[in-house]
């Protein structure tokens, strides 16, 4: 942890009062220097940190999302690790996300992710050539040669040819342009009008026009992989009646001032249960914080679901 006012941990424990519960045990102390420089109150100047904190991860999600052609208001946000999901309410709220899903065991999501993703091998190769009949005879060749030598690496781990499957696309742009666009090519002859539809659609749906000026492929990619099995994932025991509070700690929201924030033991939340917010639910790697207007929903598999309230 950094140590010093200024750091966005010790805002987050200032502003949730989160410090020395559970089986933890740490406690943290939010320096009072800073803001009195700054002419602020301790809870302005915590608020101000968690703001500017929120508002870089807000810009993140929307770098791969809005600026990418998608409304993020049709999304579901996932929030993992130990401090995700305690950003991850009002990012939604601030995005106009709906609902937030914080997974089972959300500090070791990424080492899940790594164990049940598919084994796949990726290449790509620069390859200039105008988008034209002429132009794609020699980007064909080339794609079957690439093609033969990534399924040629899994071949060498072990596995079956006739158990890989192979996607194939090119990065195309306009002339001149400075960024090109990724579109999946189909097995077979390419085709030079087919692709340069899926381009124009493509780059209407990002960019919200299209021109009749010449495309080019810049970069050639073939990715090999090994479909991923099913995980199968425990059931999470249901819970019966309220779900039993473990304590509470004074909290300060900008929309309710201080208040008592009462914190849930997330271990022992059954599946069906809900929890108004504002609250807490935490285990010993990680807290899930639901905002005012929220609340947390605990789903069959486990799952912690941060939703707006109707």
């Not at 993140?60 to 809005?66: K, M, Q, T, W, Y």
Request: charged fraction near 20%; aromatic fraction near 8%; hydrophobic fraction near 40%.
């Amino acid at each position: 942890m950094a140590r010093g006012a200024e750091s966005t941990t010790e805002a987050e424990v200032f502003h949730r009062e989160a410090q020395a519960f559970l089986e933890v045990g740490l406690s943290f102390r939010f320096g009072r220097e800073a803001p009195a420089r700054l002419g602020l109150s301790l809870e302005a100047a915590a608020e101000g940190i968690v703001t500017v904190a929120n508002a870089n991860m807000a810009r993140a999600l929307r770098l791969v999302s809005v600026q990418k052609g998608h409304d993020i208001r049709r999304f579901v946000l996932v929030a993992y690790g130990g401090a995700g999901p305690i950003h991850a309410g009002r990012l939604a709220g601030m995005l106009g996300i709906p609902r937030v899903i914080v997974p089972a065991h959300s500090s070791v999501f990424s080492a899940f992710g790594c164990l049940a993703s598919e084994v796949r091998y990726d290449r790509v190769q620069t390859l200039r050539a105008p988008l034209t009949p002429e132009g794609l005879r020699g980007v064909g060749a080339a794609l079957g040669a690439l093609a033969e030598v990534v399924v040629g690496e899994l071949a060498k781990d072990g596995y079956r040819p006739d158990d890989i499957s192979v996607a194939r696309g090119l990065d195309l742009r306009y002339i001149g342009q400075k960024y090109e666009i990724g579109v999946p090519v189909d097995d077979g002859a390419l085709d030079s009008e087919g692709l340069r539809a899926r381009f124009s659609e493509r780059h209407r749906m990002l960019y919200h026009y299209t021109t009749e000026e010449p495309v080019e492929c810049i970069n050639i990619r073939v990715v090999a992989a090994l479909p991923a099995g099913e995980v199968p994932l425990p059931k999470w025991p249901r819970g019966g009646g309220a779900p039993t509070r473990r304590g509470q700690h004074r909290a300060y929201f900008r929309e309710t001032g201080w208040m008592e924030l009462p914190v849930y033991h997330r271990p022992a939340l059954g599946a069906g249960q809900t929890i108004c917010g504002p609250a807490l639910a935490v285990d010993a790697w990680s807290t899930v914080l639901a905002y005012p207007g929220q609340h947390l929903r605990v789903d069959p598999s486990g799952n912690l679901w941060i939703e707006a309230e109707a």
